[in-house]
């Protein structure tokens, strides 16, 4: 399930990027997230990115052109969209779509943040997914969620925030 870190994922991210762009609105901010964004740590192979919609129905007017590449609704978060790519059932990529006023405080840009300039909280994150990943697919969420909030909560204090749940499902 964990793989060790590949130097090829900011490529991967950038391509995936564009054909957003290409597919959607060549406007939108998009930025790499998640375990493959951060270097040395061990991650599922699965590039995530956070796209920043720029209006309201920034996603709904562009929707059919990216479920015709092969991108679909597939995700039971609830606080904003999030499309998946799974060629031949194999996921390999997760965008989600933020609202624009959702962008500052999405603790999934915070997270990636709070982990690239604070190294033992990435070791941290590291053991909590190795653990979870050890105890089985099924767990694998919710054996690093207790890990995640402590650190997302850490994060977001420092930037004057509240604490949110991080387990939006």
Do not use: C
Request: charged share 30%; net charge negative.
């Amino acid at each position: 399930m964990l793989v060790d870190h590949d130097p090829e994922w900011p490529r991967m991210f950038r391509e995936i990027a564009a054909e957003l762009r290409s597919l959607g609105d060549a406007d939108w901010e998009i930025e790499h997230i998640g375990s493959t964004a951060i270097p040395g740590l061990k991650a599922k192979p699965i590039i995530d990115v956070a796209v920043r919609l720029v209006d309201a129905d920034g996603l709904d007017v562009h929707l059919v052109r990216l479920e015709e590449a092969g991108w679909r609704i597939g995700s039971g978060v609830r606080t904003h969209p999030v499309l998946v790519f799974e060629p031949d059932g194999i996921r390999t990529r997760i965008a989600h779509f933020f609202p624009a006023e959702q962008w500052d405080d999405a603790n999934q840009r915070i997270l990636r943040d709070w982990l690239l300039s604070h190294p033992e909280d990435a070791a941290r994150y590291q053991a909590a997914k190795e653990a979870a990943a050890a105890a089985g697919r099924a767990r694998y969420n919710a054996g690093k969620t207790a890990v995640i909030q402590e650190i997302v909560d850490r994060a977001r204090a420092a930037r004057g925030l509240a604490s949110v749940p991080v387990y939006d499902k």
